[in-house]
């Protein structure tokens, strides 16, 4: 595939529409529509290269016998998804500083260490671009209603056993729905 050019089509307040062009091997032009959480990219070096968008949160609690999981209600399927907490990084915060805020503002936890950082990774390659950090780590507090009203989340801990009856009664989010089939095995 060669990149030809991107083009905007509509700005929103969280995500931005683009049509990228692009030429086949054999000469046929092909657009492709996808979104992103960068608001102005003009060329292929932006839509590669860019900042961590938001951070996922994989917390165990201090026995390490239980995960943290959210079901909260996703406008975009119309539904309650189990997913890990996560939010978008706001400007000038750090991926560990985003993380210690979204944990307490989606489930009242105070992140009381971290263990890991990944590497950034792409949330949905298929129409974005959206590059999501994830932190593992440990919590403890108790659990406490979203403070945003815009959040519909239920959090709780989870055992393994109760792990593995959720992944076979409930629709996950992807990275949280691997993670925790390799987690309950262990």
Known sequence: MKFKSIEKIHS???????????????GKAITYEMISREPNVKNIDELRHHKNNAVVLVMHDESREHILLCKEFRMAVGEKVVNFPAGLIDEGETVEQAAVRELREETGLTLINIEDVWKESYSAIGFANELNVVVVGTANGTIQPSDSEREEIDAAWYSKDEVADLLKKERFAARTQAYCAFWCKK
């Not at 929103?12 to 054999?26: P, V």
């Open 12 to 26: 929103g307040k969280f995500i931005t529409r683009y049509d990228i062009h692009y030429e086949t091997e054999s």
